[in-house]
Each structure stands twice: as structure tokens, then as C-alpha cells.
């Protein structure tokens, strides 16, 4: 382990250097964040909204203090082809009182307003951290307003205090599946759902077009630009596809089990990883028509791109790349693609990677990266001073920390503008990586002494 500050709980969530030898088997994680670690991961309510909110015709009733409402996808890149509703957010904006008294009789009323004013067709309500404290029974509330406006009202149990998103994707994920059960009606041929994908900057319309020209039928996108409509016809796919593992494994193996719909995971980040998904997808629901349109789309991008990327490769050879991001599906991805580019990943961690994710990313770089689950910013800042990253892909928690460090940023989360998915992705991230990386300001840059390996941490 580095010389370099680590808290002893938290060793056995990094492998560093030639500790990861073993293939990463050693690395703990998917498990609860350590107490006062200050994790880069959001809370449980975070989780469930990430999910749900592209809904983009469903009403959601936060049922707790007015903060937790601030968390909307208004600040966020998804897109939607129809309502703009999913943008807005209500709460219950419990107060001091409430906790004393209790908020049932509050949000009863939430909901009947909403009604009133309104015509929805399904209702989240989310119950947060300070609803789990003082026990409001959301779950009756919920089913008692079902029955009062004949319309769908679902709890969203989303209370918790672990800092752990991955909860609240599953509350998430029970919310979708009381939804679209029950369903026992027969399959359409060559179909799928696709799972997982937000249509960030539009990154859902990208595959689906790719699904469109090879004949594949797209019956439910779950949740980027959804509808209450689209998404109780997915029991009749007849694969899903699974492209945010953390987020939405847990729904594909519910629905294999409930609906018999079997699942693949994709990713449609890169050349390497979008080639092959779009070929196994048209394999695992198609004929063999399929396949060679399949094929054909695939010939066809890789030439467009095959210019493009030598032009720019001479430019990145050689450089430093550090990614920390929310699942592994995501970082398998990245390290592909900076690989072809001839970047070097030194620093690759993950908010809520599986052992199988951290085996797969313990092949892809070399025994001198570090492997870190679920880490906060003083090991993010350390290990990347340490590597010498020039550029870090990360979220928005993490930009402030890479400009602090005079390092280059990417943001690969929800707050992007632009798509990065598919073949037009690989043009975007390329070009987004070429020049933040080799901006003429970072010459102009001085960090702080106290940043160098020469100054005195503080």
C-alpha cells in the first residue's frame, strides 16, 4: 500500500500496484460506505430519482424537507422526445412540526391536490431519510389514494443514511416492477427493452436507431424518455437489454424470473463495446437477416471512424487518464477506449462495482494502476498526484477536484450536454479528451505548493 494518507478500514477496498495480481479477486466491495470516509456516492433518494425521473409523463411527490426536492433532472442532460412534466418536482415540504405530528395527513393531501390540478397517470411518492425516522405508513397512504382516484400511486421506499445509491436503485427498480405487473400476455418476435440508459443528450434515440436500421424492435426504453404507456407494454419484449448494470441487473433478473424475458449486458460507450453489442443483440433475438445488417451498420461506422481516429491518436499516445465513475459497466468501457487511443489508465475506480466488474478491469491495465471501490476525495486526489494523471473521467463531485489539481476534465455523468454513446459518441468523447487534455491553459497553470509531491499535504 502507497506511503500516502489511507484510513486503515479502507485498504482492503484498494488493490495498488502489483497487489492486483490475483485478477482483483481480493478487493472488497458492492458492501455499505465507511463512516466518515466522505464518499463520492449520492444517498439512497438520489438513487431511486436517477431511475425514475425520465419518466418523462409521471408526477413525483417528494415526502420530506423542501432540500430533498432541489434533486430533480432539470440540472441534468436527459432528454425527452414528448412531456417536459418529468422536469418538475413537488414535495410535501415536511417541517418541524410534521416530525412531531406526522406527515400521513400532509401528504394525503399532496396527492389530492395534485389530482385536482392535474390528470397523471402514475404517481411516485418518494419517502426520505426523515420519513423513515418518525414512521409515516407511505405504503398506506399510497394504496389508499389508488383506490380513491383509480389511478397508480407507488411508494418509493427511499429513507437511509448509508450514503449507498444502489439501495435506491433497487427501490427503484420494485417501484418499476409494481408497475408493469402483472403481464402474462404472449412475446413479439425480434424485440427488447433497453434498460438503464437515461438518454442523456439523446443517447437512448442513438441505439434506438441503431435497433431500428438491423430490425430489431425496441417495445420499452426503462427509463430514458419513457411513459407511463411504453413502460407497461416491456413484459412483451423478448430480451432486455441491459446496458447500466448497477442500476437495473437487479429489475432484468426480476423480470427473468417473473416474465421469463431473458437479459444480455451491453454498453454502447465505444467502438470495441458498441461492435459487439449491436452484433449480440441481433444474434440473441434476431434471424440471420439481422445479423448481416447487423454487420453492415458495423463495417460501415468503424470505416467512418477509421480516419478520424489516426488523425488523433499521435496527439494522446503516451498520456494519463484516471476514471471514477458510477458503475463498472461504464469503466470497462472507458479503459477500451483509451486504450485504443493509447492512453494509459493509472487510477480506475467505480461507486458500485461487482467483484466480475473489478475481474474484468484488473485485465485491462497494467499491474502498476490503482483499483479502488467506492472512494473519497483524499484517495482520489492522492493516487492521481501519485500517477501523474493528465485527465480525470468523472462526475460532477469530482470536477472541482480535478481543476483544483491542474488536472484536464471529462464529465461522463448525467450533467452532460453532449451524447457519448455510439459510434457519434466516440467522435464527441475523442474530441472532448484531445483538447481538454492538450488546452494551451495548462501550461499557463500553477498549482499550489501544497498540491506537489515536493509541498506538505494539508
Given at each position: 500500500m502507497s506511503e500516502l494518507k489511507i484510513l486503515e478500514e479502507r485498504k482492503s477496498f484498494i488493490q495498488y500496484g502489483k497487489n492486483q495480481s490475483d485478477g482483483c479477486g481480493s478487493l472488497q466491495c458492492d458492501s455499505d460506505s465507511l463512516s466518515g470516509a466522505v464518499s463520492q456516492r449520492?444517498?439512497?433518494?438520489?438513487?431511486?430519482?436517477?431511475?425514475?425521473?425520465?419518466?418523462?409523463?409521471?408526477?413525483?411527490?417528494?415526502?420530506?424537507?423542501?432540500?430533498?426536492?432541489?434533486?430533480?433532472?432539470?440540472?441534468?442532460?436527459?432528454?425527452?422526445?414528448?412531456?417536459?412534466?418529468?422536469?418538475?418536482?413537488f414535495s410535501t415540504d415536511?417541517?418541524?412540526?410534521?416530525?412531531?405530528?406526522?406527515?400521513?395527513?400532509?401528504?394525503?393531501?399532496?396527492?389530492?391536490?395534485l389530482v385536482a390540478k392535474e390528470t397523471p397517470k402514475v404517481i411516485f411518492v418518494y419517502a426520505t431519510c426523515i420519513v423513515g425516522v418518525i414512521g409515516d405508513d407511505v405504503d398506506a397512504v399510497c394504496k389508499e389514494a389508488e383506490a380513491k382516484y383509480g389511478?397508480?400511486?407507488?411508494?418509493v421506499k427511499s429513507p437511509g443514511f448509508s450514503g449507498n445509491k444502489s439501495y435506491g436503485y433497487r427501490m427503484a427498480c420494485d417501484a418499476i416492477m409494481t408497475l408493469i405487473r402483472p403481464h402474462t400476455g404472449p412475446k413479439k418476435a425480434r424485440s427488447v427493452n433497453i434498460l438503464g440508459d437515461f438518454n442523456l443528450a439523446g443517447e437512448m434515440w442513438i441505439i434506438q436507431n441503431y435497433m431500428k436500421e438491423i430490425g430489431i424492435e425496441v417495445v420499452s426504453t426503462i427509463t430514458g424518455d419513457a411513459s407511463y404507456e411504453s413502460l407497461i407494454k416491456a413484459p412483451t419484449a423478448s430480451l432486455n437489454l441491459v446496458q447500466c448494470a448497477g442500476s437495473m441487473t437487479y429489475l432484468a433478473k426480476q423480470m427473468e424470473s417473473e416474465m421469463n424475458i431473458p437479459f444480455v449486458k451491453v454498453s454502447f460507450f465505444g467502438i470495441e463495446d458498441t461492435s459487439a453489442s449491436i452484433l449480440r443483440v441481433a444474434e440473441a433475438v434476431g434471424t440471420q437477416e439481422n445479423v448481416n445488417r447487423a454487420k453492415a451498420?458495423?463495417?460501415?461506422?468503424?470505416?467512418?471512424?477509421?480516419?478520424?481516429?489516426?488523425?488523433?491518436?499521435?496527439?494522446?499516445?503516451?498520456?494519463?487518464?484516471?476514471?471514477?465513475?458510477?458503475?463498472?459497466?461504464?469503466a470497462i468501457s472507458l479503459i477500451r477506449q483509451f486504450n485504443a487511443m493509447?492512453?494509459?489508465?493509472?487510477?480506475?475506480?467505480?461507486q458500485t462495482g461487482k467483484p466480475e466488474d473489478y475481474e474484468i478491469i484488473g485485465t485491462l491495465v497494467d499491474d502498476d494502476a490503482v483499483i479502488l471501490d467506492?472512494?473519497?476525495?483524499?484517495?482520489?486526489?492522492?493516487?492521481?498526484r501519485e500517477k501523474g494523471a493528465d485527465i480525470l473521467v468523472g462526475g460532477v463531485k469530482e470536477r472541482p477536484l480535478a481543476?483544483?489539481?491542474?488536472?484536464?476534465?471529462?464529465?461522463?455523468?448525467?450533467?452532460?450536454?453532449?451524447?457519448?454513446?455510439?459510434?457519434?459518441?466516440?467522435i464527441n468523447f475523442t474530441n472532448e479528451i484531445n483538447s481538454s487534455m492538450n488546452s494551451p491553459v495548462w501550461q499557463y497553470l500553477q498549482v499550489p505548493e501544497f498540491l506537489t509531491e515536493e509541498g506538505e499535504h494539508e
Open positions: 449520492a444517498c439512497v433518494y438520489c438513487g431511486a430519482r436517477v431511475v425514475l425521473n425520465p419518466i418523462t409523463d409521471a408526477f413525483h411527490i417528494v415526502h420530506g424537507p423542501i432540500g430533498c426536492a432541489s434533486y430533480t433532472w432539470d440540472i441534468r442532460g436527459s432528454l425527452s422526445s414528448g412531456s417536459e412534466l418529468f422536469r418538475n418536482s415536511l417541517s418541524e412540526q410534521d416530525v412531531v405530528f406526522g406527515g400521513e395527513k400532509k401528504l394525503g393531501k399532496a396527492i389530492e391536490e389511478i397508480r400511486v407507488i411508494p451498420l458495423i463495417r460501415r461506422e468503424e470505416a467512418k471512424l477509421k480516419g478520424f481516429l489516426e488523425s488523433r491518436i499521435p496527439r494522446l499516445t503516451g498520456k494519463r487518464a484516471a476514471i471514477y465513475v458510477g458503475g463498472g459497466f461504464k493509447g492512453i494509459k489508465t493509472v487510477v480506475v475506480g467505480t467506492d472512494a473519497n476525495p483524499t484517495e482520489l486526489e492522492l493516487f492521481m481543476y483544483k489539481l491542474g488536472v484536464a476534465f471529462c464529465d461522463h455523468n448525467h450533467e452532460r450536454k453532449h451524447a457519448l454513446a455510439g459510434y457519434e459518441g466516440v
